[in-house]
Each structure stands twice: as structure tokens, then as C-alpha cells.
């Protein structure tokens, strides 16, 4: 369980950090940021919560 709290904690540090840069240095609206952010909830809230959590365990490499 610790493990799996590690890559999650770990995986929303670099989710913010991406999204920083884009909002930062690209140009990115802050609006649209959030707007991606609630479509990534919502997908792992849905029907496809488990076809993403392989994928991200395939290219996590485990």
C-alpha cells in the first residue's frame, strides 16, 4: 500500500509540476488546465478506470 501511495503522490508532483510549465511558460490558459483536470477525473471515475490504471502500470514498467 505504501508503494502504491508513493507512485501516486509522485505522479500528481509531476502532474502539477507539468502543468506549471505549460500554464507558465507556453501560454496555457489556467482555465483550460482545469478543464483537463476534471476530464482526467472523470475518466477515472468512469467505466475506464481499469484500462487506464493497466496502461499507466505498462508504461510506469511494472
Known amino acids: 500500500m505504501t508503494q502504491l501511495l508513493a507512485y501516486t503522490f509522485s505522479g500528481l508532483i509531476l502532474s502539477l509540476v507539468g502543468v506549471f510549465v505549460l500554464v507558465r511558460f507556453v501560454g496555457m490558459r ?8 476534471l476530464c ?8 475506464y478506470d481499469p484500462w487506464v490504471q493497466d496502461l499507466l502500470t505498462k508504461l510506469g514498467g511494472k
Open 30 to 37: 489556467l482555465l483550460h488546465a482545469i478543464i483537463a483536470g
Open 40 to 47: 482526467g477525473y472523470f475518466i477515472a471515475k468512469s467505466q
